[in-house]
């Protein structure tokens, strides 16, 4: 019996640069521990090339650019992508990730339902074009790739 590609093809460490990482504030700090959390508990990700995994990935920034070390059972690689299409989305993620965080202290449980549908969208968008821009490197699904737009946020965010 074959296995399933997504029991095989999965991440089981994930580790950002800590040269990457610049002082955050207790709420970015929990959204990263989720992000790698649940990254860790249910994902798939099957690198262009590798017969099976599972894989170790480290992220980091490189000037503009994204790194992504991928080590697996035969596979070692290096992934380099320009996050100048991500600049926007990152930037509005940020907007409302803060205007979330306020809302969660002052506002109406209405207001707070219309930020976090503003954010998910948001999010599910980067997630979508991380899926296109890993398209021929990396294959993930749309939950992996949403907690790793929260990674590369977390590699953004200058406290």
Known sequence: MAEDPKTIHRLQSVELDEESLAA?????EQERQIAIFDLLEENFFFPEGAET????LRMGLLENRLVLDVRGPRYERRHILSLSPFRTLIKDYFMICDSYYQAIRNSTPQQIEALDMGRRG????????????LAGKIETNLDTARRLFTLICALHWRG
């Open 24 to 28: 955050v504030s207790r709420d970015q």
């Open 53 to 56: 995994g599972p894989y170790n």
């Open 122 to 133: 948001l999010h599910n968008e980067a997630s979508e074009l991380l899926q296109a821009r």
